[in-house]
């Protein structure tokens, strides 16, 4: 709008001028001087993924590749094979297909990749024997043997296997173990990638498909193959491309494609429910503490855990001044304020109490939070613009199947209010809380690991 008006006043003013200077005949009508809008050029699609980070677009293409829309290698890189793919999930929900997400679609999309992960048990494992990393559906394999020469996971009934399998040669190429594995009897090949430093291939062995990626480090081979029944095709083959972009056979540096190890001191946020010293917070912080601090007021003890919707009550015994949260009345409206105290780390060491800023939408039975909070606002209390209590903000490492340098990532649910009054009063804790000031009422959460 602003290119347009400054085009016709930059127009309207040259006319002017002219007509200034150049007075019209007599007799003669004057010019009409003609104004044409100047219209701004939108950005591509591919230019808005540019402006992503990296972590952003290996989360990206890891969620695409998830819900059944990407197959390709899931590296960072822009591509118009990515920019499809973000088109067809947005076809898929009756969208515009635009090629960029809004933050409400991108929330749908992490979230329903996340269940689908969840749904096959998605793992990164270290193989013992081989030291290689890769992304294992535990629910769907979870039959495991191995021994010198690589390991098998594989279904109780052998619908789906996976083999990871280890050799020595002398002076291998990756076209001639490409070659070898093709002669494989009872295999059809349909695809073929060869590249100098690891070749794909995919087809039918007998009534199985199979997808098979290899390569070598001096004289050692070491391949993964990845055999499934045609029948569970649209079930398994997210998961084998997600597989195929998080295996490294020869890991030299610390791996992040799947959940980042825990912390040895992590910090989270704790809401004051009780005058007695309740605190609810979100269960993965404090799990594994050898012990649990409340900063400002001394140690504290977890008194119960709800695994299922990720919620933890803490104790603090003789502490003073507490103000505890009114949860009794229940926000509804979707745009929600987040009080939180951040990882110190993000604010200079300091302990301040913060705010942010996030939308609330249901995706099935949950319910995500976009934009996700900094890191320490796990815990955090939601309250709507009028004030009330609307739940708990938890923090979810998401899980990336991508390159080993691939930067931890993170996305926001809420435990609704009502699912957090139901854990307290399943353990008898009388939230008698009266107080509408969520910053007056967070803690910080201290744990400490071994």
């Given amino acids: 709008m602003r290119s347009m008006l400054s085009a016709t006043l930059m127009v309207v003013t040259i006319g002017t001028a002219q007509a200034q200077t150049t007075a019209p005949a007599a007799g003669a009508r004057p010019k009409t001087v003609a104004t044409v809008p100047v219209r701004p050029t939108l950005q591509k699609p591919e230019e808005t993924a540019n402006g992503m980070t990296q972590a952003e677009r290996l989360a990206l293409q890891s969620d695409l590749a998830w819900v059944g829309q990407y197959n390709g290698a899931i590296t960072g890189d822009v591509s118009e094979r990515m920019v499809n793919a973000i088109k067809e999930f947005q076809k898929s929900r009756g969208g515009k297909p635009t090629g960029v997400l809004n933050p409400q679609e991108r929330g749908v999309l992490a979230e329903t990749a996340r269940r689908k992960q969840e749904s096959v048990g998605w793992r990164i494992v270290t193989e013992p024997g081989t030291g290689a990393r890769l992304g294992i559906p535990n629910k769907l394999?979870?039959?495991?043997?191995?021994?010198?020469?690589?390991?098998?996971?594989?279904?109780?009934?052998?619908?789906?296997?996976?083999?990871?399998?280890?050799?020595?040669?002398?002076?291998?190429?990756?076209?001639?173990?490409?070659?070898?594995?093709?002669?494989?009897?009872?295999?059809?090949?349909?695809?073929?990638?060869?590249?100098?430093?690891?070749?794909?291939?995919?087809?039918?062995?007998?009534?199985?498909?199979?997808?098979?990626?290899?390569?070598?480090?001096?004289?050692?081979?070491?391949?993964?193959?990845?055999?499934?029944?045609?029948?569970?095709?649209?079930?398994?083959?997210?998961?084998?491309?997600?597989?195929?972009?998080?295996?490294?056979?020869?890991?030299?540096?610390?791996?992040?494609?799947?959940?980042?190890?825990?912390?040895?001191?992590?910090?989270?946020?704790?809401?004051?429910?009780?005058?007695?010293?309740?605190?609810?917070?979100?269960?993965?912080?404090?799990?594994?503490?050898?012990?649990?601090?409340?900063?400002?007021?001394?140690?504290?003890?977890?008194?119960?855990?709800?695994?299922?919707?990720?919620?933890?009550?803490?104790?603090?015994?003789?502490?003073?001044?507490?103000?505890?949260?009114?949860?009794?009345?229940?926000?509804?409206?979707?745009?929600?304020?987040?009080?939180?105290?951040?990882?110190?780390?993000?604010?200079?060491?300091?302990?301040?109490?913060?705010?942010?800023?996030?939308?609330?939408?249901?995706?099935?039975?949950?319910?995500?939070?976009?934009?996700?909070?900094?890191?320490?606002?796990?815990?955090?209390?939601?309250?709507?613009a009028d004030g009330k209590f609307a739940g708990l903000a938890l923090l979810k490492p998401v899980v990336v199947a991508g390159p080993a340098n691939a930067a931890p990532n993170s996305h926001a649910m809420l435990a609704p209010a009502g699912t957090v009054r139901d854990f307290l009063e399943a353990h008898g804790v009388n939230a008698n809380g009266t107080s509408s000031d969520a910053k007056a009422a967070v803690v910080r959460v201290i744990c400490v690991r071994k």
């Fill in 141 to 384: 394999v979870p039959q495991l043997a191995s021994g010198i020469d690589g390991a098998r996971w594989s279904s109780p009934t052998g619908t789906v296997q996976v083999v990871l399998a280890r050799r020595k040669e002398a002076n291998p190429t990756t076209a001639r173990l490409a070659e070898r594995e093709k002669k494989e009897p009872g295999r059809t090949i349909d695809y073929t990638v060869v590249k100098p430093d690891f070749f794909v291939l995919s087809g039918l062995q007998g009534l199985k498909k199979f997808y098979i990626r290899g390569t070598f480090k001096g004289d050692e081979v070491r391949i993964l193959t990845i055999l499934y029944d045609q029948a569970t095709e649209n079930t398994v083959e997210p998961v084998v491309i997600a597989m195929s972009s998080a295996f490294n056979p020869f890991p030299t540096g610390p791996q992040v494609a799947g959940p980042p190890p825990r912390k040895t001191v992590e910090y989270g946020t704790g809401v004051v429910v009780s005058d007695d010293g309740a605190i609810v917070t979100d269960r993965l912080v404090t799990d594994e503490c050898i012990a649990i601090t409340i900063g400002g007021h001394g140690n504290a003890d977890r008194i119960a855990e709800d695994k299922e919707h990720d919620l933890a009550l803490l104790h603090i015994y003789g502490a003073r001044g507490l103000k505890s949260l009114n949860i009794g009345a229940t926000g509804a409206k979707t745009a929600l304020d987040l009080t939180g105290i951040a990882d110190p780390q993000n604010q200079g060491g300091g302990n301040a109490v913060s705010s942010a800023k996030a939308a609330a939408m249901a995706v099935g039975n949950d319910v995500t939070l976009t934009p996700a909070p900094a890191i320490g606002f796990s815990g955090a209390a939601a309250l709507d």
